[in-house]
């Protein structure tokens, strides 16, 4: 593991297409790594569709292409953990969203 890995990603974003049968109904969102510290999102479908906010993130490398990403969103508190796939072209993230658990997978494709 390398706590201290830059994501492949930095200078791109990517969706992360949770499918649609979460607990925040069809559930996508846009990623966008702006550098090696710090993430932009919008929340492009479901419930909290139209979402953004911009954040400091912290990562590790687990493998080649295997990567967990964390954050806090500063506007509303929510803690998130993304496992990011490059290579399968996966992601799965563990939130705390206003206080109750959510776990979601789905694809990870990149966008521009």
């Not at 911009?54 to 964390?70: H, I, K, S």
Request: glycine letters at 10%.
């Amino acid at each position: 593991m390398d706590s201290n890995a830059t994501l492949p990603s930095v200078g791109q974003t990517w969706q992360a297409d949770l499918g649609p049968d979460t607990p925040l109904g069809h559930f996508t969102v846009d990623i966008t790594f702006d550098s090696p510290t710090q993430v932009s999102f919008e929340v492009t479908g479901g419930a909290l569709k139209g979402r953004k906010q911009t954040m400091e993130y912290t990562t590790t490398q687990l493998r080649d292409g295997l990567f967990v990403v964390r954050w806090t969103e500063p506007n509303s508190g929510d803690h998130v953990t993304h496992i990011e796939d490059y290579t399968e072209g996966t992601c799965m993230a563990s939130s705390v969203i206003g206080g109750e658990f959510v776990q979601l997978h789905g694809k990870w494709t990149r966008v521009r």
